[in-house]
RNA sequence: GGGGGUGUGGCGAAGUUGGUUAUCGCGCCGGCCUGUCAAGCCGGAGAUCGCGGGUUCGAUCCCCGUCACUCCCGCCA
């Protein structure tokens, strides 16, 4: 390198008039007017406009004629303000430019495959690929700096609030509940497989009952389930665990987390204690446990209206023990045509709901295919209840109950969304809290709502006996824009409670003992009340910045086979390896 | 495991109700050009239309299969 480099290409300004600088960096674009060729110059902090002048330099013009994109150079000038009327108020630099009096050509670049400036709607496969050179583009790069940024403040607040960080293990043990496992083939111990974590939850408990009191980690997880926009195979947790707490100190202590978040990145002031819904209530009026509260249209429960409708339909959804919901979209008759309410149909057929029944409230009257097998009773209940006026349209969905919320909760949002009532630089947070214990698996067994190791609220424990699907817990999920952002639990911190639940799950003595057998025995050795929270951590980065994709808030993402384009993995191993290992591939093709 | 979308020079797109030179913009190469900022003007090169099979006189287009990317359902304690 001829040069060092005295500056960024982000900093430069009129207060730097008359000085030397010698910038290096990516040459992002040219143009070559013949007898001047400007250069936009880039690096991580930013674009600088250098010129080419061959009265300034002669030499250095006729060689910088070979320039082209991505080529790495480092320019030696001086820094002067652009003349009038020649600015660029869109770039932070844009007062100055810098000409150039000697320049080095580090490292020539191959013609990039896409321009790296505008690579947003270049196709996944090359933008993968070639994660490194997209890298180069100022937005993903700014999503990146923000990531580090707020992972910086979380870990500040934390460590100020008595946290500690500690490390967990990345090989451990599997576990039969929860998602599939990423397996580890052990060399040492051959026929046995390490599991790489699907959250630290074991370990963070441990980590209590050792007496750690207030503990913290940004931790990697790991499952092998298939992914979403919103979901990689490995992911980011900020865990933390708390002990002598109750779900009040947790949540208080979440609360204060994000309303310095929102101070430091946005500027707002987060009003606290943030609002509180039941599972129960989010559910019956959101339809599902996280609502997206930054507009109405809430659900309406119409199942007593129409247990003896004359509308059929209806009718036998209540008694087939389904119910009867609606939502009330309102003033919405004169932007929906016939055709957007026939849509609704294919919209819900995915939750495997069978239709989507309307009212429009025209001035004429109610147009509807159905409300003329309404008897008149009914008719007058239902515009009382949904508080329908004339240019309203309600829609309808009847159906077992979970068919219903989620027909109704994706309507919502799709309807939210197009019906213009939603503000995309609101970021609204709240509490979704007294979730049920369990839930019924497909084959009506109890399956956790949270995890195995969630204390049912203590009134309802009694009922673990006679009618578990009653019984709530204290877990509390933080939603986000309609998004779960993280959500935790008061765990069970007593061994006779931890193995009665299992029980319940339908673990017997034996497995408890083989698959959790030590924190059985941990709970009988002064193990303290405690209790946490784990943030998804990317997620929390695309609510912030209001990405559509978790890969743009990831350096090196995956694809939704799960694969990394850039690396090629998973890829085949040598057989000599897999003989260390004792591992056989069966099928190998 | 299931459903939808996409695949055409390096990149982004158009197109062909099946017809023999496959179009446009950017980029690339050459030339011109002293104030651009995704510069402009002129010229040029570059494509077995994802892959395999079928139908047909003829397939980029129709059919079947397959691969990749993507969105969704299931799944994600």
Redesign the pocket.
């Known amino acids: 390198m001829k040069f060092k480099r005295t500056h960024t290409c982000g900093e430069l300004t009129k207060a730097h008039t008359g000085k030397t600088v010698v910038l290096s960096g990516w040459v992002e674009?040219y143009?070559?007017?013949?007898?001047?060729e400007?250069i936009?110059l880039n690096d991580r902090w930013g674009m600088t406009?250098i010129?080419f002048?061959?009265?300034i330099s002669r030499k250095a013009h006729e060689l910088a004629q070979h320039l082209?994109?991505q080529d790495v150079i480092s320019i030696k000038g001086n820094v002067r303000p652009?003349?009038d009327g020649?600015?660029?108020p869109?770039?932070a630099t844009?007062e100055v430019?810098v000409y150039v009096t000697d320049f080095e050509l580090l490292n020539k670049s191959k013609?990039p495959?896409?321009?790296v400036?505008?690579a947003e709607?270049?196709?996944?496969?090359?933008r993968?690929k070639y994660r490194y050179l997209e890298l180069r583009n100022p937005e993903l790069r700014n999503n990146l700096i923000f990531r580090s940024k707020v992972t910086n403040s979380i870990r500040n607040f934390l460590v100020d609030n008595g946290f500690i960080e500690v490390e967990t293990p990345v090989l451990t043990k599997a576990?039969p509940?929860?998602?599939?496992d990423y397996l580890v083939p052990s060399r040492v111990n051959s026929g046995k497989f390490y599991a790489l974590p699907?959250?630290p939850?074991l370990f963070k408990q441990a980590l209590m009952i050792s007496g750690f009191d207030k503990y913290f980690q940004i931790a990697k997880c790991f499952?092998d389930?298939?992914?979403?926009?919103?979901?990689q195979p490995e992911f980011t947790q900020v865990d933390l665990e708390m002990s002598f707490v109750d779900q009040e100190d947790v949540m208080a202590v979440v609360e204060k987390l994000f309303a310095r978040l929102l101070k430091e990145f946005f500027n707002r002031e987060l009003k606290l204690p943030l609002p509180r819904m039941t599972y129960d209530q989010a559910m019956l009026e959101y339809g599902k446990d996280a609502p997206d509260l930054r507009f109405g249209l809430k659900i309406v429960e119409l199942s007593d209206v129409f247990n003896d409708s004359g509308f059929g339909v209806f009718a036998n959804a209540v008694k087939d023990g389904g119910c009867v919901r609606a939502i009330n979209l309102k003033n919405a008759a004169s932007s929906l045509s016939r055709k957007d309410l026939d849509d609704m149909t294919p919209f819900v057929k995915?939750?495997r709901a069978k239709g989507v029944a309307w009212i429009k409230m025209n001035e004429s009257g109610p147009q509807s295919p159905i409300v003329k097998f309404f008897k008149e009773g009914e008719v007058k209940a239902l515009f009382e209840k949904t508080n329908a006026e004339t240019g309203d349209v309600l829609i309808f969905v009847a159906d077992k109950e979970p068919v219903v919320c989620?027909s109704l909760g994706a309507l919502r949002e799709f309807f939210g969304k197009k019906l213009g009532l939603i503000d995309e630089n609101e970021l609204n947070l709240s509490w979704v809290v007294d979730f049920p214990m369990f839930e019924k698996d497909?084959d009506g067994n109890p399956?956790?709502?949270?995890?195995?190791f969630t204390s049912p609220k203590p009134e309802d424990a009694d009922r673990l006996d006679t009618d578990v699907f009653s019984v709530k817990s204290n877990a509390y999920d933080i939603v986000i824009n309609g998004t779960e952002a993280g959500g935790g639990s008061i765990r069970i911190h007593d061994n006779a409670m931890q193995r009665k639940i299992f029980s319940i799950l339908g673990i017997d003595e034996e497995q408890a003992k083989e698959k959790f057998g030590f924190l059985l025995d941990a709970l009988q050795y002064g193990a303290p009340p405690h209790g946490g929270l784990a943030l998804g951590l990317d997620r929390l980065i695309m609510l912030f910045l209001n990405t559509e994709?978790i890969r743009d808030v990831i350096a090196f993402p995956k694809?939704?086979?799960a694969?990394c384009?850039m690396t090629d993995a998973p890829g085949v191993v040598d057989d000599e390896q897999l003989e260390e290992l004792s591992i056989d591939i069966r099928d190998n093709l």
Do not use: C, I, Y
């Not at 143009?31 to 001047?36: L, S, T, W």
């Not at 389930?225 to 979901?231: I, P, Q, S, T, V």
């Open positions: 674009n143009r070559d007017h013949g007898g001047v400007f936009d406009q010129v002048d061959p009265e082209r994109s652009r003349p020649m600015a660029n869109n770039m844009g430019e013609t495959p896409f321009d400036n505008h709607n270049v196709n996944q496969e090359m993968l576990t509940e929860g998602a599939r699907q959250s939850q499952r389930e298939d992914l979403r926009a919103d979901r995915v939750f989620q497909q399956t956790p709502t949270h995890h195995p994709s694809t939704q086979k694969t384009l």
